[in-house]
């Protein structure tokens, strides 16, 4: 459940196939919406939380593998 939380803070970023600009992507039931980025500042920033997200979540995986592993040496 945490991973799913974690996963889905972040919108998705692409182009928007009518006009070109970068857009945030909701899909609900089925159906694509785009909303417009206005400034390419956000965007970027966009991008650097996502990575930002992305490598913390790595870590956290990483270090409840372990904790995982080392419980289990305990029992």
Known sequence: MKTFAIKHIMSEVAKCPS?????KIKVKEGETTYQAVQDEEAFKKIQ???RAMDKFKMKADQ????LNELKSKHS
Not at 19 to 23: A, H, L
Not at 63 to 66: I, M
């Open 63 to 66: 270090l409840e593998k372990e």
């Open 19 to 23: 006009c070109g600009s970068y857009s």
């Open 48 to 50: 650097q939380l996502k």
